[in-house]
Each structure stands twice: as C-alpha cells, then as structure tokens.
C-alpha cells in the first residue's frame, strides 16, 4: 500500500457521472487514487511516470464555456491568465509525424467495471473514457513528496518540461 493511504482520511472525494462522450486529456495528478466503478465502465490509458520523456507538453491559454443568451456554449480565452502546460496527445489516435517520441511510449489500457477499483498511483499519467451513464467515486490521498517526486522532477528537466 502507498505510504500516502495509511491511516489517512482522504483529501478529496469526488463523484463522477457522465456520459459516452465525456473523454478526459491525458494528464497526470498528484494524488493517489482509488478510483470506484459503481455502474457502466471505464476505459483507462495509462503510462507509468518513467515514459515522461515521450509524452509531449505544449503551452495554452486557459478558457472557461460561457452560455450565451440562445442557451449555447462557446469557449472564452482567459486572456488576462497565463499560460498552463498541457499534452496536445490524443493516445487513441496518436500523430506520431508530429510527435515521434510518443512511439516509445508503453501505454497500459484497462477496463474497471461496476464493482470494481483501480489503484492509480500518483504522477501517472492517464487518458479516461467511459460507457454511458458511467457513475463513479474516487478517492485522492495526497502523494508523499520523496524520492519518487524528486525523480519525477528530474524527468521534467530532461524532458525540457515548462
């Protein structure tokens, strides 16, 4: 067990409900996670913190949905923000013209259906799908920053990582 979940309260619990069309990035978080399958399924991608090296990151400019007044959505640049860091890679259909590096990457794909739980250490990085109706609880515990957070880091400045 991750010294991170002993004997701790978690940090955060979060319910998720979606449908088939709700995909995430791929992104990286810096909790483990315990993550609950209460009904339907979902699809992870993921890849260990080691392949750092071959998963790209590009600058973006924050923005926010905003409904206007005929109840649509439209995307608003936060222009006054600061760019973040983002991975411009779709894993489930990789540019490898534009992003070489990714093919040696060694991306891990699994299922969780209802009943079921992943244990998602912290810092890896993973791309999430899910069936329609998915409904879903996870668990973060705030990861120990040691020795695995100072390889990480490392890993960032090899990579040439903003």
């Known amino acids: 067990m991750a010294p991170a979940l002993r004997r701790k309260l978690p940090d955060a619990v979060n319910f998720w409900l979606g449908e088939a069309s709700a995909v995430t990035s791929m992104h990286k978080d810096h909790y483990e996670n315990l993550y609950c399958v209460i009904s339907g399924e979902k ?21 926010v949905y905003h409904q206007r007044d005929d109840g649509e959505f439209e995307v608003v640049d936060q222009s006054d923000s600061e760019k973040v860091p983002w991975i411009p890679l779709d894993p489930l259909d990789p540019d490898l013209d534009r992003f070489p590096q990714y093919r040696h990457a060694q991306p891990v794909r699994c299922s969780v259906k209802a009943g079921e739980m992943l244990f998602l250490p912290s810092l890896w990085f993973h791309h999430v799908q899910q069936s329609h109706g998915c409904i879903a609880v996870n668990f973060w515990y705030d990861m120990e920053y040691d020795i695995k957070y100072n390889y990480f880091q490392l890993l960032e400045t090899l990579s040439g990582a903003t």
Do not use: V
């Open 43 to 63: 699809n992870f991608i993921l890849l260990p913190p080691t392949d750092r090296p071959f998963i790209p990151y590009g600058m973006y400019q924050p923005a």
